[in-house]
Nanobody, 114 residues
Framework: QVQLVESGGGLVQPGGSLRLSCAAS????????VGWYRQAPGKQRDLVAQ???????NYADSVKGRFTISRDNAKKTVFLQMNSLKPEDTAVYYC????????WGQGTQVTVSS
């Protein structure tokens, strides 16, 4: 059983930065593929960035060059560094861990507004 806790969300002005964290407890976290997803009001939940256990990453086209996903296996934590934020990045951001099972965090709100 893996429990995921996201943190780092908040209110930021356009062009600003935030760093999200997804900390895990329990389970062999190092083997999991971990992804960040986001869901804006009235829209579906979409993949933003993903990192495999081997460190391979992929990104949604809308965030390439602005967001960076990384992981610290010793701390069982995955990070999402978000730079050059835009109002359209406003959403609830969720962390997801997949391997033999599928786990989701509770989400953290990111609001980009002046």
């Amino acid at each position: 059983q893996v429990q995921l806790v996201e943190s780092g969300g908040g209110l930021v002005q356009p062009g600003g930065s935030l760093r999200l964290s997804c900390a895990a407890s329990g389970g062999a976290y190092n083997f999991y593929t971990v992804g960040w997803y986001r869901q804006a009001p009235g829209k579906q939940r979409d993949l933003v960035a993903q990192i495999t256990s081997a460190g391979t990453t992929n990104y949604a086209d809308s965030v390439k060059g602005r967001f960076t996903i990384s992981r610290d296996n010793a701390k069982k934590t995955v990070f999402l560094q978000m730079n050059s934020l835009k109002p359209e990045d406003t959403a609830v951001y969720y962390c997801r861990a997949q391997w033999l099972s599928d786990y989701w965090g509770q989400g953290t709100q990111v609001t980009v507004s002046s």
